[in-house]
């Protein structure tokens, strides 16, 4: 079964931090590119992060780049979102994308960062 499940998401103030977590299964996970997408209230998907199987971040959106960090750790099937310096406009589900052709989808989850 393939499985992404996304953790550690909550309500913070502006110029907090949050870690997200993404604990993937073997198929979602391995030798794959994973992503972070967001999506706020009444706005499209958008891509925030990408990471090489091996580690290398690939993207970061203009909007979150000096501030988020992603990584991943392989031995654990996990993928981390370190968000620091967070704002208002990051206030979206975050969710996580892996696979093959980034064909799965973890459940999302919700950060609020409030003014």
């Known amino acids: 079964q393939v499985q992404l499940v996304e953790s550690g998401g909550g309500l913070v103030q502006a110029g907090g931090s949050l870690r997200l977590s993404c604990a993937a299964s073997?198929?979602?996970?391995?030798?794959?590119?994973m992503a972070w997408y967001r999506q706020a209230p009444g706005k499209e998907r958008e891509l925030v992060t990408t990471?090489?199987?091996?580690?290398?971040?690939?993207y970061y959106a203009d909007s979150v780049k000096g501030r988020f960090t992603v990584s991943r750790d392989n031995a654990k099937y996990t993928m981390y979102l370190q968000m620091n310096n967070l704002k208002p406009e990051d206030t979206a589900t975050y969710y996580c994308?892996?696979?093959?052709?980034?064909?799965?989808w973890g459940q999302g989850t919700q950060v609020t960062v409030s003014s």
């Open positions: 990471i090489s199987w091996s580690g290398v971040p690939t």
């Open positions: 994308n892996g696979g093959p052709v980034g064909n799965y």
């Open positions: 073997t198929r979602a996970f391995k030798p794959y590119t």
